[in-house]
């Protein structure tokens, strides 16, 4: 008995739809939803997982038309369900709420089923890929911080070299200093007076080089270790450092600490500062006077405020306020300027969560307030 040409499309088709649903349940060994639904929206074919993710039974989703099943996702879904039926492959990716209360992140493929250059539906193949994404997620949280930790390293690098460049140059200057006036001099007990202090300088030396090390440890950590530290400790050991151009520059350092003699603070970074800004007002003595600093505590508003007042060049600070703090900047012909002292000194208070401004005049002098933000 021969067929007609109908029945045997009708049998090749059937024998197509066959072999599609065991394709279908083979596919929930995956862990892949899959159904097919003809080119009037009707689903024809679902396996177990594809009905689950539905909340369904298999029995319950076929004949069900997509827009009854997609209910509100529906309107998001619609053109790639017109993409497919259409004749096109596309790819949505959707995150959904599952029914234990965890968020899922589901890729939907939809692949139409063209035959003889008609559409006659498109299957819908469904992965939970919320593990891969949340894996990628990860692995790119992790780069991302990875990337920043490098960067930070690159800047705290740079800083340190700073830092440790200026710093550094004080006392090896003074040294130099020291060293000329001990050649210089013919006087036998000014001679061991001044070789004395070099002994000091040396040892103030290798404590800088120890603190900077401790400071670059500390480097990005939430908070630098603080101490109870003594402003007329930190002033003696900074006088003791830069001793060869105190005496050379016959300069005059008064203090006053009685409003406030002590802070819990870092000691390093006090140190540090105290030292950029008392090298700093000899640095920019003014040729016509001898230099005099002053430096001295006061309270304002319950914060305990440090002030070191000097006679020196003074700045334009109309013309250069603005720039004053910032790195490699100078306002002076001094060849021993390298503008890194205030930009140090400013990055250090920060940290500490303090703030520094500076008044100034030309050819009169200059006053640097630290604002540490804190009561003594």
Known sequence: MRKTRQEISSTKNNAILHINEAELLSAGHIGAGIAYWNNTGECLISNNIYAEIYNREVSDIKGINIKTLLGAD????????????????????????????????????????IADNVVKGFFIHISDVSVITKNLQTLKDENEAAVTRVKQQNIQLADFANITSHNLRSPASNLTAL??????????????????????????LNDTLNDLMETLKIKGQAEAETVTVSFEKVLTK????????????????????????????????????????????????????PPMIHISTAIDKGSLILSVKDNGLGINMEKYGHKLFGLHKTFHRNKDAKGVGLFITKTQVEAMGGSVIAMSEENTGSTFTINFNTSI
């Open 74 to 113: 529906y309107q998001t879904q619609i053109k790639y369900i017109n993409d497919a039926l259409n004749g096109i492959v596309c790819v949505s990716k959707d995150e959904h709420l599952s029914p234990n209360g965890e968020i899922k992140t589901i890729l939907t493929t939809y692949t139409p089923d």
């Open 179 to 204: 060293l000329g006036l001990h050649n210089e001099s013919k006087n036998e007990e000014e001679r061991k007076e001044l070789f004395s202090h070099f002994e000091t300088v040396v040892s103030h």
């Open 238 to 289: 900074t006088k003791e450092i830069i001793s060869g151009e105190i005496i050379e520059t016959k300069t005059v350092i008064t203090s006053d600490f009685s409003n406030g003699s002590e802070i819990v603070y870092n000691k390093s970074y006090l140190e540090s500062i105290m030292l950029n800004l008392v090298s700093n007002a000899i640095r920019y003595r003014s040729p016509e006077r």
